[in-house]
């Protein structure tokens, strides 16, 4: 049976962690991203709840991690269909009013923020998959060591080291 939002199931602590890292993936999307938090987390959800089950009543720090990789998974396919050359996509969005014209904000888009965790992925994963959870998941240190089994003072050295490898790849 495919899971519907009538029959999903889980306490309301755990949905506003849910809406506090889809509002953190968000902020880091381009203005006027038209996916709202709500729609991003029920996409993850479903997706989940179809492949994994009831994994939230295990470990609230191994549903937290899985949702969010699964909402970047969810960003990253939307950022690839927009951008598809058949749909126009990439194409500048012009006004009438040329003060108002859209441009190229300075932070990273989505799917180069994808690449280059891809590409660190292939040099570390750990590195790559702890930087996700912090950034993208919103999990704290504790959380991380518990969902990576390593102390906390691995995750701090690995963060520290990973993003230094991130940010060479972004410039």
Known sequence: MQPTASTIDFPDLLYADLRRIAAAHLRRERPGHT????????????????????????????????????????????????????????????????GLALTPNSTP????????????????????????????????????AEVMEVSLSTVGRDIRFGLALLNRSLQ
Do not use: P
């Open 109 to 144: 888009d989505v799917l180069a923020v994808d690449q280059a965790l891809r590409t660190l992925a292939g040099q570390d994963a750990r590195k790559a998959r702890m930087i996700e959870l912090r950034y993208f998941g919103g999990l704290t240190d504790q959380e991380i």
């Open 35 to 98: 996916l709202q938090a709500t729609a991003l987390v029920n996409e993850a959800y479903l997706q989940i709840a179809e492949t994994y089950g009831d994994l939230y009543k295990k470990s609230r720090a191994h549903f937290l991690a899985l949702a969010s990789t699964v909402m970047r998974q969810v960003l990253v396919h939307y950022a690839r269909r927009r951008n598809a050359v058949k749909r126009g996509g990439g194409g500048l969005k012009v006004t009438l009013d040329e």
